[in-house]
């Protein structure tokens, strides 16, 4: 199984500051056969369903505010948010579905 | 507008079983794979199984692998999962999700349904 890891766990950001996410992965997401990397990003706030922002580990999901946006490749991934907005504030999660079973990270949760 | 609807959560003892609906509008159901997704009370997210479109084909996480099983009706545009033989640490969150078209993402999710398990 791929292990997903999160860092940090929680994270307190003063509104209109860069909030940073990062996730690992126990192996390599990226497909050699297309060169895309098999890794996605959810928001879920409170008592919500989590919402897809990020997939491809960079293409913004329509209607995802561009101040989302997600890098990296191979095992190593990160969700920035440019200037943190109140309505930001959430948990986050990446997931890989290079292979089954598809796993996620442990979520990082996002404070003002 | 997509739409998914989960039903069929409640309350049930260890041993006991259940089945969860979920109902999809608003987009072809039979062009999309399908998905189970639980979270249990205060935790994070844990894939449980998939579907195909026609539901040939389906993969189980393996906590739940024999005890589960996923299935479809694309005539009535539903998707199940029968739960068998649960245990305390199933209680969580059911959601079901949308498969991408072109990957496992989820896209979009149900509102969930809660199962509980415990005498």
């Known amino acids: 199984d791929i292990v997903m890891t999160q860092s940090p766990d929680s994270l307190a950001v003063s509104l209109g500051e860069r909030a940073t996410i990062n996730c690992k992965s126990s192996?390599?997401?990226?497909?050699?056969?297309?060169?895309?990397?098999?890794l996605a990003w959810y928001q879920q706030k409170p008592a919500q369903p989590p919402k897809l922002l990020i997939y491809?580990?960079?293409t913004r999901e329509s209607g995802v505010p561009d101040r989302f946006s997600g890098s990296g490749s191979g095992a190593d991934f990160t969700l920035t948010i440019s200037s943190l907005q109140a309505e930001d504030v959430a948990v986050y999660y990446c997931?890989?579905?290079?292979?089954?079973?598809?796993?996620f990270g442990q979520g990082t949760k996002l404070e003002i | 507008e997509v739409q998914l609807v989960e039903s069929g959560g409640g309350l049930v003892q260890p041993g006991g079983s259940l089945r969860l609906s979920c109902a999809a509008s608003?987009?072809?159901?039979?062009?999309?794979?399908m998905h189970w997704v639980r979270q249990a009370p205060g935790k994070g997210l844990v894939w449980v199984s998939r579907?195909?479109?026609?539901?040939?084909?389906?993969v189980y996480a393996d906590s739940v692998k024999g005890r589960f099983t996923i299935s479809r009706d694309n005539a009535k545009n539903t998707l199940f999962l029968q739960m068998n033989s649960l245990r305390a640490e199933d209680t969580a969150v059911y959601y079901c999700?949308?498969?991408?078209?072109?990957?496992?993402?989820?896209?979009?999710w149900g509102q969930g349904t809660l199962v509980t398990v415990s005498s």
């Open positions: 999700a949308r498969s991408g078209l072109q990957g496992n993402w989820f896209d979009p």
């Open positions: 608003g987009f072809t159901f039979s062009s999309y794979w």
């Open positions: 579907v195909n479109t026609d539901g040939s084909s389906t």
């Open positions: 192996q390599s997401v990226l497909y050699s056969s297309n060169n895309k990397n098999y």
């Open positions: 491809w580990a960079s």
């Open positions: 997931q890989q579905y290079y292979s089954t079973p598809l796993t």
